[in-house]
């Protein structure tokens, strides 16, 4: 069921391989994973603007609040008009999984530290998903529509990366 | 006489040549925000014209031009408009996606 997107994620997102197996993707199991990857920055990000005080950090964390929810709000708009139920999946419970784990790192630190924490983590995350977008979710989803929302997806989740990665520059 | 006569022949004159000759309308030019781009710059803006942006993007949006003579949000399925006032290459982008960026030729 995970195939590459699996070996993707679990390289960078230290998810146990164990589950991948050679079935493609559905649409309805795509919606749920890229709905869940947009809330798991969504939920990142409100950490850092709980924790950051820095203009730089809170702008770009109010970037990814303000983007992945117009995403997943359209996504949410479109499986209801396709009548497709997202449908809960081992990716998107190893992606959960992870990101909490993440988080609770993130959470243990303060200052300087979790402002480059995070930054760092929001560049590796982007790179992850992008690479997940391209290289599995578009290829495999089978709706037009859903295809076309997973490409305008990754056009502005490169963009993040693009911005995470001037912000983690401007950091050192 | 004469010189009076020849006065008011040039005052008609020139109204006549003002009636005949109106200022340049203002048009309105429009650039569509979609997929994260925005549209291609309309040909033809002059200073006085008036441009146009819809966005019909999912996203929040800005027009920002570099030289500041505009900045302003638009909210996915709104419109914003800014008249041209100066003559010369205005480069703009959105604040929020610097990856999106355009360019305004505008003419005396």
């Known amino acids: 069921m995970i195939r590459r997107f699996a070996a993707v994620l679990a390289l960078a997102l230290a998810v146990a391989p164990a589950a991948a197996k050679e079935e493609k993707l559905n649409d309805a199991q795509i919606a749920h994973i890229a709905y869940t990857a947009g809330q798991i920055d969504i939920q990142a990000a409100n950490l850092a603007l709980a924790k950051s005080h820095d203009n730089m950090v809170r702008g770009f964390a109010q970037e990814m609040v303000r983007d992945h929810t117009a995403v997943n709000d359209k996504a949410l708009a479109l499986v209801k008009k ?18 909490d784990k993440k988080r609770s790192q993130l959470n243990h630190l303060d200052g300087a530290a979790f402002d480059r924490a995070y930054v760092e983590n929001e560049v590796a995350y982007h790179k992850t998903v992008n690479g ?11 709706d037009p529509e859903l295809k076309q929302l997973l490409e305008t997806g990754l056009k502005l989740f490169e963009q993040h990366q693009e911005h995470a990665e001037h912000v983690a520059a401007m950091m050192h | 006489m004469t010189s009076i006569s020849a006065r008011a022949g040039f005052c008609l004159l020139a109204i006549f040549t003002s009636a005949a000759a109106p200022a340049p309308t203002a048009h309105r030019f429009r650039i569509v925000i979609q997929d994260l781009a925005f549209g291609a710059a309309p040909a033809g803006i002059r200073v006085g014209d008036t441009v146009e942006w819809d966005n019909q993007d999912i996203l929040v949006h800005s027009v920002t031009a570099q030289d500041q003579s505009f900045d302003a949000d638009v909210k996915p399925g709104a419109k914003v408009s800014f008249t041209m006032h100066r003559a010369g290459v205005i480069r703009y982008l959105c604040k929020y996606h610097p990856g999106m960026q355009g360019i305004l030729n505008v003419g005396e």
């Open chain 1, 132 to 142: 997940a977008l391209s290289k599995t979710l578009i290829p495999d989803a089978s």
């Open chain 1, 82 to 99: 396709l009548g497709v139920t997202p449908e809960a999946n081992p990716v998107s419970a190893s992606l959960t999984e992870a990101a």
